[in-house]
C-alpha cells in the first residue's frame, strides 16, 4: 500500500505562488502515473496535472500556462509549481499516484485571497 503525504499548501494572495510537493512512500518509476487532483467545497474532485505513465503531461485547461508539474523519480516525489494564483484556485489539492491500485494522499488546503 503507497502512503501518500503532500505538503506546501497555505494562504497566498491572488498573484502569488506556492509549491506543492507530494513524497510517496515506496519506490515509484516513470511508469506509475503521479499527479494533482484538487476539491473546492460543493464541487467534484478535478484533475490539476498529471504525468502518464508514458511521460506526458496533461493540465486542466483553467490552469494550463500557470501550473507546472514535475517529478523526481529518486526522491519518489511530485511537485506542482502553481503560479498568478486565482482565488478560485482555491480547494484543496490531492497527490495521485497509480501502482497496481490507485493511492491517494490526505490533502492540503490552498486557500487563495482576492
Known amino acids: 500500500q503507497v502512503q501518500l503525504v503532500e505538503s506546501g499548501g497555505g494562504l497566498v494572495q491572488a498573484g502569488g505562488s506556492l509549491r506543492l510537493s507530494c513524497v510517496a512512500s515506496e519506490r515509484l518509476f516513470s511508469i506509475n502515473p503521479m499527479g494533482w487532483y484538487r476539491q473546492a467545497p460543493g464541487k467534484q474532485r478535478e484533475l490539476v496535472a498529471v504525468?502518464?505513465?508514458?511521460?506526458?503531461?496533461n493540465y486542466a485547461d483553467s490552469v494550463k500556462g500557470r501550473f507546472t508539474i514535475s517529478r523526481d523519480n529518486d526522491k519518489n516525489t511530485v511537485y506542482l509549481q502553481m503560479d498568478s494564483l486565482k482565488p478560485e484556485d482555491t480547494a484543496v489539492y490531492y497527490c495521485m499516484c497509480r501502482k497496481f491500485n490507485t493511492y491517494w494522499g490526505q490533502g492540503t488546503q490552498v486557500t487563495v485571497s482576492s
Open positions: 504525468i502518464t505513465g508514458g511521460g506526458s503531461i
